[in-house]
């Protein structure tokens, strides 16, 4: 496909034995596909201004919300709002901050991010979304599905030069705000031990639970 390398990256999502790739190069323009696989439905989310690419259960509150974007950004992240009760949801975190299911939260389903060609080496017979046919998507062609905002996105986020308003309590100074990390990092988180996996680059990311056979 001419928009889609090896090295371009895809949000990964396994289930029920099949595979499914979200490229960021089409989330990028879209931000976010309400979809359904196994019976299981799904919000498939990613921010492209920090980089954020998460997969929800959309089953909330016995109800299954159809998710839109409101074009409004917290802490410049993507702000989504669901169809239903028009509540605002804080992309990140999958929490509702604003309307009727103020506090609510989806559920995040495991999910990994990756270049296409490592994510379809081990699953060759993984189905891939490519896109809306018709309307805006044909009109733009390959310059609608590209990677972001350019090279220099990252350097200016690590000067502190964000695009849209971050508070200055939320920043964690042990590292630049663009740092992208390598390696592994072994922590606790809501008193699970995790285990966090970057490759070279931090082109590939995954997160997984340390407790094996206890």
Not at 17 to 44: C, K, Q, R, W
Not at 56 to 74: C, H, I, K, M, W
Not at 199 to 207: D, E, Q
Request: proline share 5%.
């Amino acid at each position: 496909m001419p928009w889609l390398d090896d090295d371009d990256p895809v949000l990964g999502y396994e289930a029920g034995g099949e595979a499914f790739a979200y490229p960021i190069n089409i989330l990028n323009f879209h931000e976010m596909v309400n979809d359904t696989i196994g019976g299981v439905s799904l919000l498939v989310t990613y921010c492209p201004l920090c980089f954020s690419g998460v997969v929800f259960s959309r089953e909330v509150d016995g109800q299954t919300p159809t998710f839109g974007n409101t074009n409004a950004l917290y802490q410049s992240d993507l702000v989504m709002y669901d169809h239903q009760t028009r509540s605002y949801w804080f992309q990140v975190g999958g929490e509702a901050v604003v309307g009727t299911l103020t506090g609510a939260r989806l559920e995040p389903l495991p999910s990994a991010t990756m270049p296409w060609g490592e994510w379809r080496a081990p699953y060759l017979d993984t189905l891939l979304i490519t896109g809306a046919e018709g309307g805006l998507e044909t009109l733009l062609a390959g310059a609608a599905y590209s990677n972001g905002f350019g090279s220099g996105y990252q350097d200016r986020i690590n000067n502190g030069q964000f695009a849209f308003p971050v508070d200055e309590d939320k920043l964690d100074g042990r590292l630049a705000a663009g740092e992208i990390g390598d390696g592994a990092v072994n922590a606790e988180v809501g008193g699970e031990a995790i285990v966090v996996f970057t490759t070279s680059g931090g082109r590939s990311v995954g997160a997984f639970f340390r407790t094996v056979e206890d």
